[in-house]
């Protein structure tokens, strides 16, 4: 590993975040299950079992998300810097929707619990609906840029006073954090679907999952139609200058025939397929390849952002102070000694995997509501 | 650098210093009493008694209260590094960010994965795997006390980095210098063993009160007598490494020392303050005296800052004026220096714009002999160098003072359960449950002797924290510190209430 170059661990960390990014949309299943509570579960009993079956994966996905943040920091500082201290009203209030939500799992069912049960499960549909929504709006400006410029020591000044919410009010970013959410919703949805033993959830979140793929496809087409005929940030290798490509998307899409485009089709199938074995071959093992299918259509755009000589983190007020994973990047060292230090990832998956199915070899049913923890 | 607003660099310290201090409110406590409900399970394990699982569950309900707001306000902490300094984040980014990323991967996991095991497995998984689960737990949050830890001691102490001047930004040179900076291993032992002592307080002040108030007496002397012992042995650490953190901090952070005992004029056979009060209107340099009133212990500051009998310790004084005769150069020529290789580095880089690499190459060498005093040249005045001394001298001399008293109780407890008549002991079982607020006060004044000790520094001697700042407004900051401190009190207020009802509602079944 010593011996990659600069250019291969940019590309290496690239790839690293990018999965990272991806599990934990994936992971997002808690979100969009957290915003289906008050629609797939009627009665006490059955929001209990829903809390407490989300209850055992909140933690990972939240995880996930802080080593998302700590990756980016370690191998993409100058994104960190820009983006976290630039957009500051939209981390700031992603990080808010996340403090509400680490604390209402715990304290929703305990007595004297302050605020009341429905203030915490409402805590926990602004996390799945307004904090999804936002973090989509945020991966949206990957590809219609932000407002920002760079001095010559690196450091970032933000040119719109709504400090990143402008983003929100983008359309294409828009429509990304809302089909995110649907997203999250059909994962929440089949997830629920796989875990909880009750025939009326499950009736419930076959039918959820199968109407919020309705709904996110419009969503979808406007992205992906969108997505290939934009102009997009464009790299010229030999100096590092950035202008605008008519196209640049499309043509990374083709450029990457097995992890640009390959990828972004058969994750969509995937996606379809495991709504669709739900909701008409009452298979209960949908969130299987749905889940796949999510990862390999966040992986296949972040490739497209990040790869084949595109601006990852673009300024659309002065192209040349976007940001690429050339120039954002950690040095040589650090990368190296990252990359040690990231060869422990596959074990950690393995533990991750291992409790995950010991504690879900027996699924939730109706006995269980009364002795859950949440 | 362009203008720098300090209003605004006020308000984000005043951010970060809000959540880093509720922030610590929690994660002690979480730090050891993961410990104290893995002693419990083992002894459950180990004997297979039912009422050591009531004991072990009885505790774990709430660790787990305490907990969620500890990854609450956890994940706070690093985004507030890009949010609100996100100057440093890109100047330091390839060296701070590292720890952080390990935190995530090789701590945050162990603790998130086997929590789940530690709350939903009783029934799901077998007795051994579910003491290995708690102890896991115990373990992934100490790990991620330690990548935190490293993270903040480089900050206090850099090294292993150098400074590239054509990414204008520090750069990590070795990993596992920083890993095993001095300052890093006093750092993890000292934070770590005060939150086992913590822990134990929590444990002894709430089973004091079920001792008063007559209720689970057997569960409350079987918890004390668990607790007590770790907290004696706790409490030894946090002494020994105390004494190792004034001597690093000596060593690298002079100012600091000198802030925390309110020493202005140096000397050679220091005292070092038993009890005192400083000056508020006392200004480096001038003639008033140091104290209003003070009570020395003669000789013992050289000892305890250098090993040596009767060495050099430098003051205030010393520090901002400089002290030729110890070789101590004055604030006003680090200032000086600073500027330089500000100055120099600016040339290096416009005339590497311009390709004049000889012009270049002159002014790095310039930037080379003067790096060391980098963070100086953003300072007008020598005074803006010291710290708050009031407020170090006292956050210090309370957490010394506590530090000593809690081996005592610690000691006391165990005597009296020695000679089974703890539960007559009202008055000191009352002294035992309001002991726990000592506990939380040494907590919150050691992160004030280590944060504010080392102003105005984020990176001391190289970067300032004015300059480490995001570039934001007043108002934004002010708006965040508020909408921050309004969640901050409405979940302490739901925590504490559900705290106290769960102390209440005691043991399942009893």
Redesign the interface.
Known sequence: MGSLSLGQLQHLWWLLVSVVGALFIFLTFVQGGQTLIFSVARSEDEKTLVI?SLG??W??T??T???F???L???F??F???????A??V??LI??T??????S???RK??????GSVTYELFLFINGSIGIILIGAAIGTFFTGSSFSLS???????QNPL?GLEAAFNPFNLAFGLFLMFVARILGALYLHNNIDQPAIRERTKKAAFNNLVFSLPFLLYILFSLVTMNGFAVDPENGKVFLESGKYLHNLLAMPIHGLGFLLAGLLLVIFGVVITRFKNSHKGIWPTGLGVVLVVLAVLFIAGYNNTAFYPSSYDLQSSLTIANAS??H??LT??SY??I??PF?LA??IY?WH??D??KLTEADAAT??Y | MGHIDLAQVDWARAQFALTAMYHWIFVPLTLGLSILVAFFETIYYKTGKEEWKKITRFWMTLF??N???G??????M??E??????????MV??????P???????A??L???????M???WD??SKK?HLL?TWLVAIGTNLSALWILVANAWMQHPVGMFF?PD???F???S?WEILGSPVAVSHFVHTTSSGFLLAALFVVSISSWFLLKKRHQEMAKKSIAVAAVFGVIAASFVGLTGDESAYTAAQVQPMKLAAMEGLYQGGYNADMVAIGIPNPAKKPGDMQNEFKAVVKVPAVLSILANRKIGSFVPGIDDLVFGNRKQGIISAAEKIEAGKRAIASLAIY?TARKKGQDGVAAGALKDFRENQHYLGYGYFAKAEDLVPNVPLVFYSFHIMVALGTLFPVIFIGFLLFLYKKNLAQQKWFLRFGCWSLFLGYLAQQSGWIVAEVGRQPWAIQDLLPVFVAR???TTG?VQT?FF?FAL?FV??L???V??M???IK?GLEGE
């Open positions: 407490n055992k994966k933690e990972l939240f995880t998300l802080v080593l943040g700590g990756a920091f370690a191998a500082p100058l960190y810097a820009t983006s976290f201290g630039g500051y009203w981390w700031i990080l808010f996340f403090i509400l939500q680490a604390v799992y715990e304290y305990k007595p004297k619990n302050f605020l010559d020591y690196n450091l970032v000044t933000w400090r950690s040095s060292y650090t000694a990252m230090i990231a422990s990832i950690i533990y991750i409790v010991l504690l070899k027996r859950e923890k | 787990a209260i907990f969620a707001i990854v609450a306000t956890g994940i706070i690093e985004f590094f890009g949010t609100n300094w996100s100057n440093y984040s890109w980014g390839d060296i701070f960010g590292a952080l990323a390990a935190e995530g991967l090789f945050f996991f603790e998130t994965t086997f929590f789940a095991v709350f939903f497995g799901r998984v795997f689960s590239n990414t204008a930004r750069e990590m040179k990993f880089k995001s570039n934001l934004t965040t909408m969640v409405v979940l207020i739901a925590e209430s559900i106290l009802k769960q509602i």
